[in-house]
Structure formats: structure tokens, C-alpha cells
């Protein structure tokens, strides 16, 4: 059965260009708290370690809701349900905005988490669907870009406003963004029909494919590994001697490597396959959190260096999800909906687990952080290199 009833569109590539638009909408939402955590902790009255845990809450969010409103929600057009999903992330960021207490916050954070994962997933499945075969990877690719340009440029504002202005200020920004991206979402989508409905216990036996079950809990390890101390970059970048005014500009850094290494990848799995790049972006980021952890115990305070390590701390980390999505559609060719919003589920579930244990590290020190970081990428290489066979 296919889940996806559009076939490919002449331009569709360029199309998906409009989807990366919501992407960036959705991933400032989720990352943008990376950049102004002390400031919203002091604020709340919680530690940072605490404060951070408010990304966790949203990712384990995402990972449950995903498969069960990607069922709710399977017969209804896209162009709207897409739109629809951007406004109530919306919504969500100026509660937020305006949340008087922690717990209020959290409630808001879940919200989000519920708009993200009806439009991560469809936007991804919509994206495979309007090009040809060959293009499948890079359209993916153009998709998570949206993503990756959010760590390059929404984080990067995000704590610039919050210095600026306050962390408060910063996610209505966020709100009025998401708002913009549902607008445009609305006006050049092309209309694209729903899909036949798919019972969330045919959804989940999808997890019964062989190549399924062992290529998805590499995306949960290789995103608990990469991604789980993101949320916490500002403490440690201060840490390792990056002060107020170079945090800024190394959360750039770290969003530019994101979307080099995004888009580079899309294109190598077109060539090369998805198991070298994966091995390749595993690798880089091993050192980069290894060398990290060095400069941290050694206390090698030289801005270049650190520099140099969150960018390809960046860049190594987003290489991954092209290659893992597919992997997957490759997997279960005639379930790509399915595959796709499975995959982002497990992308989410390895955020949580890497967010969480994250701030569990956090008292010990950066060194620690990232050492252990580094051996959970370790592991990953490792899986990779157990299931390099199925396809």
C-alpha cells in the first residue's frame, strides 16, 4: 500500500524549497531555547540543567504524538494540514512567550511538540513524493535544510534577541515566524490529496521489516550521541572561556556546519550510498566531541580551536538524516509516510535521551559531557557497522 498519492511534478524540487520554509519555522521552535537557557533558568527560578529539560519534554512529546496524529490526521489534504500545524505552533510560542511559570511553560512546550510532529513528518513524506526517484535524497536534504538553517541562523538570533531584548521577546519573534511560514505554506503549496487512512497498528508494522527494525534505532543513538548537548551549548561554551560576545557568533558556526554538512550529504547518499556518508559523519563527530572534551579537561581556552570544533561538531551531526531516511525508504519502499514519520519520531526520541542525559552531565563539567557523548558516537560507528547490510 502507498502512502502518498502524489506523483512527481515538474520543478518539484524547487517546491520543496517551500517546505524547508516551515522546517526553519519548526526547528527555531525547537532549538531556539538552546540559545538564551541561562536567561530563561534565571528567569523561571530553575537551574539550567532544569530549564533544558523543557527540550526533553517537547522531543519525548514528539516521538509519542507523531505515529498517532500522523493516523488522526492521514485523510486530510496536506496543503492545509501543513499551514494548519505552523499555527498552532503559532500559538504555542506566544504561550510560551507569555508562560508566568515553569510548569506553564512546559504546557506550552507540549503544544509545540504536537504541531511539530503533524509537520516534520508530512512535510518530509510530501517532499519524497513530488520528484523523481534519483532525487529522492536531495529533496529530503532541501527539507532538513529548513531544520539545519534554523541552528545557522534562529538559535544564533535567538540568543542575540535574549541579550538583546529577553528570552520572552525572542519566542514571540519565534510565533511570528511560525505564523509567516503557515501563510506561505498556504499560498504556493501546490493542492495535494490526503492519503488513504492507515490504522496506527498497520503504521506500527512497519517496525515487523527486518531492514526497518534494524536500521531505526541507529537514528535514536546516533541523535542521543550528536544532539543531546545542544540544548545546554551556551553553559558550556562559557566554560570553555567563549563569553557573551562570541557566543553568538559560535552558534552560528555550528548552525553553518549544520547546513554544509546536510546539504553536502544529500547529495553524496546520491551517489555514494547512505552507509560511507553515515560512517563518515559518525567518525567526525567522535573528534569533534573527543577533541572537545580534551580542551575542556586540558582547559584550553583558544577560541580558534573551539571554533574550529563546533562547526564540525555541526556539520557531522546533521549529515545523518538524509542517510537514515534513505536507508529506511529503501527499507519499505511502498510505505514512505510511514518510514519517514517513524524515523522523525526516533530522531526525537534520541533528543530526549540525549537532552536528558545531558543535564545529568551538565554539574559534572564539559569534560565529562562530552567524553561521554563522544563513546555513545562510538557505539553508533559501531551499530552502523553491525547492519551496514540491510537495505
Do not use: K
Request: hydrophobic share 55%; net charge positive; charged share 10%.
Amino acid at each position: 500500500m502507498s502512502d502518498v498519492l502524489v506523483t512527481p511534478r515538474p520543478h518539484g524540487l524547487r517546491r520543496t524549497l517551500i517546505l524547508a520554509l516551515g522546517t526553519f519555522a519548526v526547528g527555531t521552535d525547537a532549538y531556539v531555547v538552546a540559545g538564551f537557557l541561562p536567561a530563561m533558568a534565571r528567569s523561571l527560578g530553575v537551574s539550567e540543567s532544569a530549564a533544558g529539560q523543557s527540550a526533553t519534554v517537547f522531543a519525548v512529546t514528539y516521538a509519542l504524538l507523531s505515529p498517532v496524529l500522523a493516523t488522526l490526521t492521514s485523510r486530510l489534504p496536506r496543503r492545509p494540514l501543513l499551514a494548519g500545524a505552523l499555527v498552532v505552533l503559532a500559538l504555542a510560542n506566544l504561550g510560551s512567550a507569555l508562560a508566568p511559570n515553569y510548569p506553564a511553560l512546559m504546557v506550552t512546550r507540549v503544544v509545540a511538540a504536537a504541531g511539530a510532529s503533524v509537520f516534520t513528518p508530512n512535510a518530509g513524506a510530501v517532499a519524497a513524493a513530488l520528484v523523481a526517484p534519483r532525487q529522492r535524497a536531495r529533496a529530503l536534504a532541501v527539507v532538513v535544510g529548513g531544520l539545519t538553517v534554523a541552528t545557522a541562523v534562529g538559535v544564533p538570533l535567538g540568543n542575540l534577541a535574549g541579550r538583546l531584548l529577553d528570552w520572552r521577546a525572542a519566542l514571540a519573534l519565534v510565533a511570528a515566524m511560525c505564523a509567516v511560514g503557515a501563510a506561505g505554506v498556504r499560498a504556493a503549496l501546490p493542492p495535494l490529496p490526503g492519503n488513504p487512512r492507515v490504522p496506527l497498528r498497520e503504521r506500527l508494522a512497519a517496525l515487523r521489516q527486518p531492514g526497518v527494525v534494524a536500521v531505526l534505532p541507529l537514528t535514536v543513538l546516533g541523535l542521543a550521541a550528536s544532539y543531546g548537548l545542544y540544548a545546554y551549548t551556551v553553559p558550556l561554551l562559557r566554560t570553555l572561556g567563549a563569553g557573551p560576545s562570541a557566543e553568538t557568533w559560535l552558534l552560528f558556526l555550528y548552525g553553518a556546519g549544520a547546513v554544509a554538512g546536510n546539504a553536502v550529504a544529500g547529495a553524496a547518499v546520491d551517489r555514494r550510498g547512505p552507509i560511507r556518508v553515515l560512517a563518515t559523519g559518525y567518525a567526525g563527530i567522535a573528534v569533534a566531541l573527543a577533541a572537545l572534551a580534551w580542551t575542556a579537561h586540558a582547559g584550553v581556552h583558544w577560541l580558534p580551536l573551539t571554533a574550529l570544533l563546533v562547526a564540525a561538531w555541526g556539520a557531522s551531526t546533521w549529515s545523518q538524516t538524509p542517510a537514515q531516511q534513505v536507508r529506511l525508504i529503501s527499507a519499505a519502499p511502498a510505505e514512505t509516510a510511514v518510514v519517514v514519520g517513524l524515523n522523525a519520531s526516533a530522531m526525537y526520541a534520541g533528543i530526549a535521551l540525549g537532552t536528558a542525559l545531558g543535564g545529568v552531565l551538565l554539574p559534572s563539567g564539559p569534560a565529562v559531557a562530552f567524553a561521554v557523548h563522544a563513546a555513545l558516537t562510538v557505539a553508533a560507528l559501531a551499530y552502523l557497522a553491525a547492519t551496514r547490510r540491510h537495505r
